[in-house]
């Protein structure tokens, strides 16, 4: 087969060359499409159950909120893992599911369930909600919201975390590829009702009663409509409070005859709801950020610009003086995943070239071998594209281009031996060789092609193939191990692949179109070269048949000492990565308060900006976000 598969492409070198033309837009499409990220997302398959209750402490949160609904929780299938974490406040029940199970099913299946766990924990307790569909590498595009030099008196925390909410989040809310913004830090603003127990007690009236009144007397309520003189009128009872006045205006209740109001019993104004985490930076005191979460499963590269073009949209609709600027991009790191992984691919692409031009003593052979690597490494980003591979630092910097050329090599040195060190013999099917001239015609130097390949193809076909089944375990792998390694795998089996087709097809076909026709021989660098190493080899092979027993058994001796050193070497789960940013933990006593932390963090951070002049800007984020 692979015979007559040669035979076909040197002699149809048109076609072949149309179809390579097809694979090199192909390629160069998918490559286009493809998804790059940093390293490939190993989250598994979780839903996450968030219930935010302020008024309750870890032991009350346990009791009152994560046994129950947890309960509720644990007659779901296909669940693997079930754990939680009750704190202040805060409890985060976590459902991994397993790996085949649709996420979005997942989550249906789980909202069916907390209609259950709401009747145990009604909403006094607190509110039970589903963390969005994201996971950890989702944190794509982290920004500050600051008030800019010289509105220092302008805006205060509260209108920062206004701005946030009500003008940021609700312009990036929609856009294609985010699965929700994240606030932190800053003040959420509220209407307080400041209760005077004394007076409360002089009106006679209770705290139930002010409760009632409030919840009563704040909605807006429709009384379908009316008809007079042909005209249909819409009647609508407006009760949506919408100012201080207004809350201090309510009736609670009467008392002989007089109605007791609102701001009779308390004080209305401006207040702000208890806060869990806050943000500073450059030492300069508060600011308050937000955090784009990434949908699951999308394109990194498509949705981070989506993020950007958004971004400078709001960024012209915010009031003069505020200032919203990045501190976490996650395009930077991809960008310079993607440099790493491109140089040090060119690299050694130029480095192959160079060895196969030196020991081939033969530019042209050199150069039909060296274009084998962008060929299949095309090949490998279609096939990316097709079985859904992105690219990162572990699926494309594995890449052996020395793998690669493999078969090339082997049958292009072979073609070289028959074409320019042999004399010239008759190929049948493409006529009659003139033993007497040294220039081939054109079916003369098919046929010598067609002989050379087809003998060495089988022998070069067998160590591809013993090389690709080598990376087939790695297709079983599960769970993490999958994850991060199959992506790795897939793309060398491809490119593998990939030169695999090309050396029997590509390869034949340009050597026969590409090659010097030329037989007359010339003593080339490669030859010395090659002469100098068989010199120093040919002793060295022909002592070690002599003595073949004191060799095998020092190299079991080396095996055994080579494992010894191998289990005293350290390890790491992915190759190291320069970031660019650092991550630094401030660890502080239990029981800090919040106001504590953001000082001690302002200090931290001018030592920081003063200690290290090439550090741009330090934030820091303190306790937790609007989503855990």
Known sequence: MFERLILFSIGNKTLVGALTVLLVVWGGYSLSKLPFDSTPDITNNQVQVITVSPSLGAQEVEQMITVPVEASLANIPKVLERRSISRSGLSVITLVFEEGVDVYLARQQVGQCLREAEDVVSKEIGSIGLAPVTTGLGEIYHYTLRVGDGYEGVYGLADLRGIQDWIVRKRLAGTEGLADVSGWGGHV???????????????????????????????????SYIERNGMQYFIRGLGLIGTLDEVGSIAVTGVTGAPVLIRDVATVRYGTAMRYGAVTRNGRGEVVAGITLMLKGENFQKVIRNVKERIEDVKRSLPEGIVLEPFIDRSEL???????????????????VLILVLFLG??????????????????????????????????????????????????VEAVCHYVYRRGPTAIGGFGAEDSGGTILSRSQMDGKVFRAASGIRNSAAFGEIIIMIVYLPLFSLGGIEGKMFRPMAMTVFFAILGAFVLSLTYVPMMSALCLQRNTTYKTTLSDRVMEKLYGWYRPIITGCLRRGWSLLCGTVVCFLLSLVLFARLGGEFIPSLEEGDFAAELS?????????????????????????PEVRQVVTRIGSAEIP
């Open 189 to 223: 603003k509220q209407y307080e009702v400041a209760v005077d127990p004394d007076r409360l007690n002089a009106m006679g009236v209770s705290l139930r009663d002010v409760y009632g009144a409030l919840a009563a007397n704040n909605g807006n309520t429709g009384g």
């Open 362 to 411: 033969n530019f042209r052979a050199g150069m039909v071998v060296a274009s084998v690597i962008p060929l299949a490494m095309l090949f490998a980003f279609g096939m990316m594209y097709v079985f859904g591979v992105g690219g990162n630092l572990m699926s494309l910097g594995a890449i052996d281009f020395g793998l690669i050329v493999d078969g090339a090599v082997i049958i």
């Open 588 to 612: 502080m006593g239990q029981g800090t308060s919040l106001g504590s932390m953001v000082k001690i963090s302002s200090r931290a951070e001018k030592i920081l900006l003063d200690s290290f």
């Open 334 to 352: 991809v960008g310079r995943v993607t440099g790493t992984v491109a140089r040090n691919l060119t690299e050694g692409g130029i480095i192959v």
